[in-house]
Nanobody
Framework: QVQLVESGGGLVQAGGSLRLSCTASGFIFSIYSMGWFRQARGKEREFVASISASGRLTSYADSVKGRFTISRDNAKNTVYLQMNSLKPEDTAVYYC???????????????????WGQGTQVTVSS
């Protein structure tokens, strides 16, 4: 049974930093691409960042590029999201996600995420 547990959210002032963690269990973490998504109140869930199984490839939404960094530690079954220079518009519930299939490239059009954590709230005050 796939489990993804996010942590590290909280309240921070604009310009501050937070590091989110997502610990995975129930599958072979090291062979799956992982991602972070977020959903602000009243809005649809949106993509934030992806990382390949090896950690060598990453991708970011334009809105976070240069401020957020996704990384992973396969020995700890954990994926991270370092968020710097936070803005009020980054306020959202942040979700960790695992790819639907192993050994898949998140750059391909048929790539899908299908497992989700419960989310962690990030609130950025102005």
């Amino acid at each position: 049974q796939v489990q993804l547990v996010e942590s590290g959210g909280g309240l921070v002032q604009a310009g501050g930093s937070l590091r989110l963690s997502c610990t995975a269990s129930g599958f072979i973490f090291s062979i799956y691409s992982m991602g972070w998504f977020r959903q602000a109140r009243g809005k649809e869930r949106e993509f934030v960042a992806s990382i390949s199984a090896s950690g060598r490839l990453t991708s970011y939404a334009d809105s976070v590029k240069g401020r957020f960094t996704i990384s992973r530690d396969n020995a700890k079954n954990t994926v991270y999201l370092q968020m710097n220079s936070l803005k009020p518009e980054d306020t959202a519930v942040y979700y960790c996600s695992a790819a639907a299939r192993p050994y898949t490239d998140f750059r391909l059009p048929d790539f899908r995420y299908d497992s989700w954590g419960q989310g962690t709230q990030v609130t950025v005050s102005s």
